[in-house]
């Protein structure tokens, strides 16, 4: 597969890269980007699915799924140039997302066994918790489509032991299953070693002859014990329904398996029923095509955050809280697709205090945070899943904002986001510097869904000031021991610092890891958000059976 390129360059049509100005061309090419990312291990791989007699993992995904139901891929930029010493491993060699099977949202998890043979490695195991962490806060049903050749050996040391490593998903099978979210395995391709674990761990599991599950091949038994012993016998399809007794359901090829799946979910009883939860949708006050002209990609344009909103929400359902204080985040109740929500949002317009001081666009202000800490609560408290807008450079610094309480303030406002009791789903619009990122729910703070937009930047701080840090520094550090930098050294280290920075801060980088669940095409946020927000609001799971000892 080719390797997508950097964030400065696109595919033009003459030798010279094209360099994005605009929000349009940005996101025009991540989504060529994304185009590579979905043909994962490219055609020897394909071929060998084809050749076993098996349909490759969107091919599965297609059949599972009801016809013109949208699919919410998650993580799909995960893994992308993590592994250079390997090679590709696009979307980390197994595709995540939710989507309908007969009427009801499932969490998908499916093997691409086209990567690498659908071998785990350390981001592949944390794309799957996430799923799993997913599916259980929105009660999904989870299907496993399991095609996997087990962990990637030569980084067994980075996927095997940790609380967030390979072993994690076990635990939460069980977890999930106590709690009782419905799981689905299919196996239809290789599932051996500790990963055999997985689909014996769900309600229900299917296998496909031609197939292999067991904890050690043949190779390996004969190795350890001196048995030779086929494979068939030691883990096929016919010896796990007639003797073992494992598996469930024996299918004769991946077409079969797939429609069992979809007659055995529709078993699910009426609270599983998607349609039961939506409420009406209304229409926005403005375009959505308005929105990449709006946003700048550099992150340097002022605009009014209040005009991205319009773009997104129901029309006329916007009530502004507190509007002339703490103007540089706007807190306001709304509809998005007929469903309440509480929304804050950074504001990119300078405006004017009620102290006459002027407050600069995308800064955290004390008043800001106080507002913002009481409105996340009042949420929390009347059961109002609430939306981050973020394009935040963090909270203000210096003399006055230290004896203003800026800590005090920001430390009410992660606290009152940290122990929010309703859904919250964050958007990242622009730039998602510092402690901004940490108040206006990041990651670390347990967003139910995480998007950007191909403008968003992750970091610690802005890539100016960063670079300014480090290079002075490195320049003292220098001067410790003796040396003098001269003008030159000191600009080339500037240039090299500035770019390995902004290379970081890229949301390609961050989507890599982890950091954000999908970038998201600015015009399609209405829509992600109405989905989202369709699962991030259903019911708790209804716990799982309950018995008392059994006799064995």
Same mark, same amino acid.
């Given at each position: 597969?080719?390797?997508?390129?950097?964030?400065?360059?696109?595919?033009?049509?003459?030798?010279?890269?094209?360099?994005?100005?605009?929000?349009?061309?940005?996101?025009?090419?991540?989504?060529?980007?994304?185009?590579?990312?979905?043909?994962?291990?490219?055609?020897?791989?394909?071929?060998?699915?084809?050749?076993?007699?098996?349909?490759?993992?969107?091919?599965?995904?297609?059949?599972?799924?009801?016809?013109?139901?949208?699919?919410?891929?998650?993580?799909?930029?995960?893994?992308?140039?993590?592994?250079?010493?390997?090679?590709?491993?696009?979307?980390?060699?197994?595709?995540?997302?939710?989507?309908?099977?007969?009427?009801?949202?499932?969490?998908?998890?499916?093997?691409?066994?086209?990567?690498?043979?659908?071998?785990?490695?350390?981001?592949?195991?944390?794309?799957?918790?996430?799923?799993?962490?997913?599916?259980?806060?929105?009660?999904?049903?989870?299907?496993?489509?399991?095609?996997?050749?087990?962990?990637?050996?030569?980084?067994?040391?980075?996927?095997?032991?940790?609380?967030?490593?390979?072993?994690?998903?076990?635990?939460?099978?069980?977890?999930?299953?106590?709690?009782?979210?419905?799981?689905?395995?299919?196996?239809?391709?290789?599932?051996?070693?500790?990963?055999?674990?997985?689909?014996?761990?769900?309600?229900?599991?299917?296998?496909?002859?031609?197939?292999?599950?067991?904890?050690?091949?043949?190779?390996?038994?004969?190795?350890?014990?001196?048995?030779?012993?086929?494979?068939?016998?030691?883990?096929?399809?016919?010896?796990?329904?007639?003797?073992?007794?494992?598996?469930?359901?024996?299918?004769?090829?991946?077409?079969?398996?797939?429609?069992?799946?979809?007659?055995?979910?529709?078993?699910?009883?009426?609270?599983?029923?998607?349609?039961?939860?939506?409420?009406?949708?209304?229409?926005?006050?403005?375009?959505?095509?308005?929105?990449?002209?709006?946003?700048?990609?550099?992150?340097?344009?002022?605009?009014?955050?209040?005009?991205?909103?319009?773009?997104?929400?129901?029309?006329?359902?916007?009530?502004?809280?507190?509007?002339?204080?703490?103007?540089?985040?706007?807190?306001?109740?709304?509809?998005?697709?007929?469903?309440?929500?509480?929304?804050?949002?950074?504001?990119?317009?300078?405006?004017?205090?009620?102290?006459?001081?002027?407050?600069?666009?995308?800064?955290?202000?004390?008043?800001?945070?106080?507002?913002?800490?009481?409105?996340?609560?009042?949420?929390?408290?009347?059961?109002?899943?609430?939306?981050?807008?973020? *394009?935040?450079?963090?909270?203000?610094?210096? /003399?006055? %904002? #230290?004896?203003? =309480?800026?800590?005090? $303030?920001? !430390?009410? @406002?992660?606290?009152?986001?940290?122990?929010?009791?309703?859904?919250?789903?964050?958007?990242?619009?622009?730039?998602?510097?510092?402690?901004?990122?940490?108040?206006?729910?990041?990651?670390?703070?347990?967003?139910?869904?995480?998007?950007?937009?191909?403008?968003?930047?992750?970091?610690?701080?802005?890539?100016?000031?960063?670079? *300014?840090?480090?290079?002075?520094?490195?320049? /003292?550090? %220098? #001067?410790?021991? =003796?040396?003098?930098? $001269?003008? !030159?050294? @000191?600009?080339?280290?500037?240039?090299?610092?500035?770019?390995?920075?902004?290379?970081?801060?890229?949301?390609?980088?961050?989507?890599?890891?982890?950091?954000?669940?999908?970038?998201?095409?600015?015009?399609?946020?209405?829509?992600?958000?109405?989905?989202?927000?369709?699962?991030?609001?259903?019911?708790?799971?209804?716990?799982?059976?309950?018995?008392?000892?059994?006799?064995?």
């Amino acid at each position: 597969m080719k390797r997508p390129a950097s964030r400065t360059k696109s595919k033009g049509n003459g030798p010279n890269p094209v360099i994005p100005t605009n929000l349009d061309e940005i996101t025009a090419q991540i989504q060529e980007q994304e185009k590579l990312l979905r043909q994962g291990g490219g055609v020897a791989g394909h071929e060998r699915q084809r050749r076993l007699g098996r349909l490759s993992v969107r091919q599965r995904i297609a059949l599972l799924l009801d016809d013109g139901q949208p699919f919410l891929e998650l993580n799909l930029w995960a893994a992308w140039q993590m592994y250079p010493e390997v090679g590709e491993v696009p979307a980390a060699g197994v595709i995540t997302g939710v989507g309908c099977v007969q009427g009801r949202s499932c969490m998908v998890i499916a093997n691409d066994a086209t990567v690498k043979a659908g071998a785990f490695f350390p981001a592949t195991a944390k794309k799957i918790l996430r799923a799993q962490r997913i599916a259980h806060r929105c009660n999904l049903p989870l299907i496993y489509l399991v095609d996997s050749a087990g962990v990637y050996l030569p980084m067994q040391d980075e996927v095997f032991p940790d609380e967030d490593d390979f072993g994690r998903i076990f635990r939460n099978n069980a977890v999930l299953s106590a709690a009782g979210v419905p799981q689905y395995a299919a196996i239809m391709g290789n599932c051996v070693a500790g990963g055999a674990y997985l689909p014996v761990l769900c309600d229900k599991v299917l296998m496909t002859e031609g197939s292999a599950l067991n904890l050690a091949g043949p190779a390996l038994v004969k190795a350890a014990i001196g048995q030779q012993v086929d494979s068939e016998d030691l883990g096929g399809a016919a010896m796990h329904a007639r003797i073992s007794g494992t598996i469930d359901f024996r299918e004769k090829d991946d077409k079969a398996c797939l429609q069992r799946l979809r007659t055995l979910v529709v078993q699910l009883g009426p609270m599983w029923n998607t349609n039961a939860h939506l409420p009406g949708a209304g229409e926005p006050s403005a375009d959505s095509g308005r929105l990449n002209e709006l946003v700048g990609l550099e992150g340097n344009r002022e605009y009014n955050v209040l005009d991205v909103l319009n773009c997104i929400i129901d029309r006329q359902s916007l009530q502004e809280y507190k509007p002339e204080f703490g103007q540089s985040l706007v807190c306001a109740y709304a509809n998005i697709g007929g469903f309440k929500v509480g929304i804050v949002a950074s504001q990119r317009e300078r405006r004017r205090s009620g102290r006459s001081e002027l407050q600069i666009g995308g800064v955290i202000y004390a008043d800001s945070a106080d507002k913002a800490s009481r409105f996340v609560m009042d949420c929390s408290q009347n059961g109002l899943p609430v939306v981050f807008f973020q *394009d935040v450079m963090g909270f203000m610094v210096g /003399r006055d %904002a #230290e004896q203003g =309480g800026i800590i005090r $303030s920001g !430390a009410k @406002l992660v606290n009152a986001v940290s122990n929010c009791a309703t859904s919250k789903i964050t958007v990242i619009i622009g730039g998602s510097f510092g402690a901004g990122n940490y108040a206006l729910c990041g990651k670390a703070f347990d967003p139910h869904f995480i998007f950007a937009w191909p403008s968003a930047r992750y970091a610690v701080m802005g890539g100016e000031q960063a670079t *300014d840090t480090l290079v002075d520094l490195q320049r /003292r550090q %220098a #001067e410790r021991t =003796g040396q003098k930098l $001269s003008e !030159a050294e @000191l600009h080339s280290l500037q240039q090299v610092t500035r770019e390995n920075y902004h290379r970081q801060a890229d949301i390609r980088y961050g989507a890599a890891r982890g950091w954000v669940d999908a970038i998201i095409d600015p015009r399609a946020t209405r829509s992600v958000l109405i989905q989202s927000l369709s699962l991030a609001t259903r019911p708790p799971p209804p716990g799982g059976f309950r018995a008392g000892v059994l006799q064995v």
